[in-house]
């Protein structure tokens, strides 16, 4: 009995481990990289609706397992490469841009499916700028992993790069750091949201603008009509 209680401890124990470091890195990557799909979203043109939709679902998926596939795969990848944090960042740079850029391709027309969009252009565009995005955006996305495993104590950066001030820090300033990275992301999100404007709305509200000028139009028109066919009386003779 003594043997399975210590299996059964230490697999409660395991687990609870990798579920926190799944959480950690789900929530780096999301945090890195929602301001800056959402801008590109919102440049090609899509609705408030779609982006905000697709957002919501890329984190879900994250949170539920897609994240932890992409950062396995970018070990797996790193370790068949021989790259360690400690590697030349111009090596490390290249590797997570290809490999983020393969992998939001792959994702991107499965998620915009799910959100709706039936256009094949449309999809293909999203893909498109994915792939893009994801090459420029791999290396941040690496470094922002790496940096919130050190900010919530999960392990210590490695890279040369990271900042020595921040590696010294507590470990309640480091957590205080991190939560105000997330904060920030979500503000900017908004922001984006707020002050790039709908284009599928205005378009909405344009047509429904142009529909109530020529039903006005066709009211007045048929009113004039109805006063020149409406007789007269004559006048009478004195």
Known sequence: MEILKNIYN??????????????????????????LYSIYEKVTGMSHELSINARLLSAGLTY???????????????????????????IQWPHDAVYTGLFSAALAPFVYFLCGSRSTKEIGIGTGCAFALGLVN??????????FKDLTGLGNCERKTYPNF????????????????????LAV????????????KASVQSS???EKMLSSYDVNQKNNLADLMEPKEEGKCQ
């Open 10 to 35: 230490k697999t409660r124990e395991f687990s609870k481990n990798k579920l926190k470091e799944h959480l950690i890195e789900s929530t780096a990557m999301l945090a890195e990289s929602t301001p």
């Open 64 to 90: 539920f397992g897609l994240g932890y596939i992409f950062e396995k795969g970018r070990e797996s990848s790193r370790k068949f490469f021989n790259i360690t944090e400690k590697t030349s960042e111009w």
């Open 138 to 147: 791999g290396y941040p996305i690496g470094y922002a992993i790496d940096a």
């Open 166 to 185: 921040i590696k010294k820090q507590p470990s309640k300033i480091k957590k205080a750091i991190a939560v105000g990275l997330v904060a920030g992301s």
């Open 189 to 200: 999100t908004g922001g984006i949201y707020s002050l790039i404007p709908d284009k599928e």
């Open 208 to 210: 429904q603008g142009i």
